[in-house]
């Protein structure tokens, strides 16, 4: 069992910048890979980008490529998701996620734990 909770939402201008954590709780939290998901207001939740266990690959969704960094500290049990020349159409609710079963990274299917979700405006 793997419990998850984000911090580091906010309202921020565009060109701005923010970071993300998400905080795990349970042992097992360095064998899985982590991903980050955003869903804006009647928009289906969709990928943001993801780390595999040990640091070694990372993936993004085109939208962020260049923008965001996503990184894990597996000693302090935590991921991380930098975000840098924010726009508004970054607005959403950022989530982040274990992924529990064998598959491509950027499906929500994959993932088995959630955290509830922080909020990130950016304001035009």
């Known amino acids: 069992q793997v419990q998850l909770v984000e911090s580091g939402g906010g309202l921020v201008q565009t060109g701005g910048s923010l970071r993300l954590s998400c905080a795990a709780s349970g042992r097992t939290f360095s064998t899985y890979a982590m991903g980050w998901f955003r869903q804006a207001p009647g928009e289906e939740r969709e990928f943001v980008a993801a780390i595999s266990w040990n640091t070694e690959l990372t993936w993004y969704a085109d939208s962020v490529k260049g923008r965001f960094t996503i990184s894990r500290d597996n000693a302090k049990n935590t991921v991380y998701l930098q975000m840098n020349s924010l726009k508004p159409e970054d607005t959403a609710v950022y989530y982040c996620?274990?992924?529990?079963?064998?598959?491509?990274?950027?499906?929500?299917?994959?993932?088995?734990?959630w955290g509830q979700g922080t909020q990130v405006t950016v304001s035009s």
């Open positions: 996620a274990a992924q529990t079963l064998a598959g491509p990274v950027l499906r929500p299917t994959m993932y088995g734990y």
